[in-house]
Every structure is written in C-alpha cells, then in structure tokens.
C-alpha cells in the first residue's frame, strides 16, 4: 500500500476503546469544518463534518467536536475497531476561501490493536 | 454515479516526458481541484478550476499545467517530468460554495526514475 503516514503523529488504541484526534486551526474566519479518513492506498474519504455554528454533531460511531474560542476540533470515535486504522485529516473552509479551497491539516495516523 | 475517476492509477515515467493524468466527475460538480500527497505529508493544492473554462494556481503548480473544457473533465498536464514530481495526485471536486465537502478521486501513483 501507499506510504502516507510514516512521518505523521501515531495515536495506538486498542480495539474496542475509545479514539481522539486533535487538530487545531488558525482562521477564525473558518465556519465549516470536516474530517477525512484515508486508508493505505486510497483517496480521502468524507467522516463527518461540522458548521461553526454548532459545537457538537454525532454521526454513526463518531462525534466531532469544535470550540472555536480555541480554534480546537476533535474527533472521536467510539469502540474503535481495526477497520478505522487509517490517516485522519481535519479541514476547515472559510467563506472567503478563492476557489472554495479546504485548509487541510497535517493528519494523525490511527493503529488499531487487536 | 461513479464520483471521480482518474486514471492512470500508476504509472512510471522517465526525467524529461511528459503525461497528462486524467479526472472526471459525473456529479455536475462546479469546483475542481488537483492535490499532490508525498509520503508522510499532508495534501498540497496544485491547481483548481470554479468552472468550465476557469482555472487558478494553488499552492505548488510549478511544472504542471491544467484545462477545463468541460464541466466534467479536468486533465492535468506535466512537462518535462522531474523526480521531485514523484507523488500520489488526488483529484478532488465539490457541487457548490461552502459548507459542502469535497470528493476525491482514487488517486494516480507516479513514479518519476
């Protein structure tokens, strides 16, 4: 497979526990956040995403949390399972992004122990 | 729907040839962009496109080169392949102007020797 994330933060659960990403942005002017998740040898795949104007959204084993006061987003993932082994992305769009452009993050490798 | 496409998914070129890596979308997606992904890195824009006809510099689009014909096609041309080229390439499209994710493709390896 694909060599993403040999250089990136490694966050290791054991399967069954509970999983936290962190990212922190920069733009406060952001209003629209999104995690991705990219598996080896694949493109980024759509997770969750959240509007500034919220402060919480679950979806199916996963929450994404966002405080703007600290520019902090995370992610959670519930009874994390080997399949969320992956690359996690957080990205962030402001209404005056030219283009439309995402601001993507540096991404923390998930390793999910049996 | 297929979402994005791009093909080749590998290829292998020599220093100095020159390739065109191909992306469609079948999602009547205004904004299209190019990203590139080196081992261990996070994505880097290298072009994108708002609409047909339309395209604009990101970050890193030394030594590449775009078009936008047509709404669905957004081909990226490089010139003159250089090892520093050596990458995954990510085409990515999204339906309108924030507060919508973008879709990526599946990715084309290249491999410049």
């Known amino acids: 497979g694909e060599s993403v994330g040999l250089h990136l933060p490694t966050l290791s659960v054991q399967e069954g526990d509970n999983s936290i990403i962190n990212c922190a942005y920069s733009n406060s002017a952001s209003d629209y956040f999104i995690w991705y998740k990219q598996e080896s040898g694949k493109g980024p795949q759509f997770i969750i995403d959240i509007r500034s104007n919220m402060d919480k959204r679950q979806g199916q084993r996963v929450t994404v949390l966002l405080n703007k006061t600290v520019k902090h987003l995370s992610l959670q993932i519930a009874a994390t399972q080997p399949g969320d082994s992956a690359v996690y992305f957080c990205a962030e769009n402001s209404p005056k992004a030219a283009g439309n452009k995402l601001t993507f993050g540096g991404g923390t490798r998930v390793l999910v122990k049996p | 729907n297929a979402g994005v496409t791009q093909t080749p998914k590998f290829r292998i070129l020599k220093i100095g040839q020159s390739m065109t890596l191909q992306c469609a979308q079948d999602m009547n997606h205004n904004y299209m962009y190019w990203y590139r992904q080196d081992p261990g890195m996070g994505l880097k824009l290298i072009y994108y496109?708002?609409?047909?006809?339309?395209?604009d510099k990101g970050e890193v689009p030394n030594g590449y080169n775009v078009s936008r014909s047509t709404t669905e096609d957004f081909p990226l041309r490089l010139e003159l392949a250089a090892p520093s080229q050596t990458s995954v390439y990510f085409c990515?499209?999204?339906?309108?102007?924030?507060?919508?994710?973008?879709?990526f493709g599946p990715g084309t390896r290249l491999l410049v020797l």
């Open positions: 990515a499209s999204t339906g309108r102007k924030g507060w919508e994710t973008q879709y």
């Open positions: 496109s708002v609409g047909a006809g339309i395209t």
